[in-house]
Every structure is written in structure tokens, then in C-alpha cells.
């Protein structure tokens, strides 16, 4: 009997890198480590083999590496990783995959993890969807009941928007990403979290509900994932389902895909 493939998957953003190994259909490891732009192919090479040591999977085992970077010069560093540590060239995901349906006027701009996203968002629960990624910007993707990708809208992620305000204005703290019962603020803290985060979450109840409309699907099924979802997502009664790992079992799907290029 012929063992279980084991798949690398990387997905790396503008804030976290996250890495998860795939044994077979089994996404048996997920860690999520900081996106540093000085970190080198060594590095992640050591990091890689502490990820599997701590998942007790052997490192000689991994049989693929694919990967969705929205980051381009972190994503040539775990690609020289790959080479060099583990000795395969990985996959890289991007919007003009074979299988990969939309309406995009430039499909390449597409980022990777709204790809991973919508392949694995209509894999599992078909469409129409719309799906919240939230990171260092939150994104909404729109797919129809065939599964095409038809675009979507981008706005600040939640600690984006935080380290925008502080930085623009002299005497506001940071705000703590804890949403607060009321939205009349006796004090600054809780004023600023007030507006940031009842502000995202009726912007985004607003943009799903224009997104159904313009869909012409006002049932449109809507999914949420990302490190920030769990922030606000309880506050978003249109959220039908929070799916941590949505982009890295995207990249399992679409490598599955590769096999018949």
C-alpha cells in the first residue's frame, strides 16, 4: 500500500506567514509565525524542520511545497527554502490557474489567497458565497452559483486601521481590538473602539448586503476567515461560518489541480 502524499502549504501575507502540512486529505499541522522581510532561506529551512519535528512528521517525508504569497520577496525566500532545504521547486498559486474561473478584467492581480479562497469557499459550500478574508486588509470576494470568481472589495484589516489612526494623530492610543458594548464612549480608549470596530462591523454588513443585491442573490451564503475574524465575526449575523484554514485548504485543492497541466 502506497503511503499518503504529504504536502507542504504556505501561506504567506503581509502580516503572518502560515504553514500547514496536508497528510493525504489531512491538514495534520497549522502554524502561524510573523512575516519578517529580513528572514533568510536558512531560516526557514530550520523553521520548517521544527514545524514538522513538532507535528512528528519527518521532513524527507514532504513529497510538494505549494504556496500563495501576496508577498513577493518573502515568497522567493521560502521558494530558495524549498530548493535548497527540501529539494523540489514549489507551486506557486495565482488568479490564471487552469480551473480557476472569473470575470476579473486582469485575472494576474488577483491576489493568492482570495484564489485559495474562493476555490476552497465554493468547494465546500458551492455558491453563490461571499467570503471574508480578514488580515492586513479585509476582503470580500463574490462567486456565483457556478463557482466564477466575480470580484470583490478590499478595505483596511482591523489592526491596519488601529496603527493608521495612532500613527496619524498625535494623543490617541492604540486601540485594543475588543468590541465594546456601546458606541457612545465616555472615555478615549473605548471611543476609539467604539468607532473602529462597530464602523467595520456595520461597513461590512452593508457591503454584503450590496454584494447580494448586485449578485441578485439576497440568500447569498457568507463565510468569514483570517487571523482577525474571530474579533468581529460574532457581531455579523450574515456570517453562516468561520473557516480558519480556508486559503491553506484552498492550496491542497489547487495542487490536487496540478496534477492534470
Known sequence: ????????????????????????????????LSTRSTRTADEAGIMIKMLCQDGGVDPKAIDAVAVASVAPKIGQVYRSMSEEYLGMTPLF???????F???FERPH?????????????????????IILDFGTAITLEALDEQ?????????????????????ATALLPEARLVVPDH?????TDYAIRAGLLWG?????????????????APSAKVIATGGQAHIIADHIPEIHSIEPNLVLEGIHIIYGWSKSW
Not at 202 to 216: A, H, N, S, T
Open 147 to 167: 463557482g466564477v470568481y466575480l470580484g470583490g472589495s478590499i478595505l483596511p484589516g482591523l489592526q491596519t486601521s488601529a496603527e493608521m489612526l495612532k500613527s
Open 109 to 129: 492581480e488577483i491576489g493568492a489567497d482570495r484564489v485559495c479562497d474562493a476555490v476552497a469557499g465554493f468547494a465546500k459550500f458551492g455558491g453563490p458565497l
Open 101 to 103: 474561473t472569473s470575470v
Open 183 to 187: 458606541v457612545i464612549a465616555t472615555n
Open 93 to 99: 498559486v495565482h488568479g490564471d490557474i487552469p480551473g
Open 1 to 32: 500500500m502506497s503511503m499518503p502524499e504529504t504536502l507542504l502549504a504556505l501561506d504567506i501575507g503581509n502580516t503572518n506567514v502560515v504553514m500547514g502540512i496536508f497528510v493525504g486529505e489531512e491538514l495534520r499541522i497549522v502554524r502561524r
Open 200 to 216: 467595520s462591523i456595520d461597513g461590512l454588513r452593508g457591503v454584503i448586503g450590496r454584494m447580494r443585491e448586485e449578485m441578485g
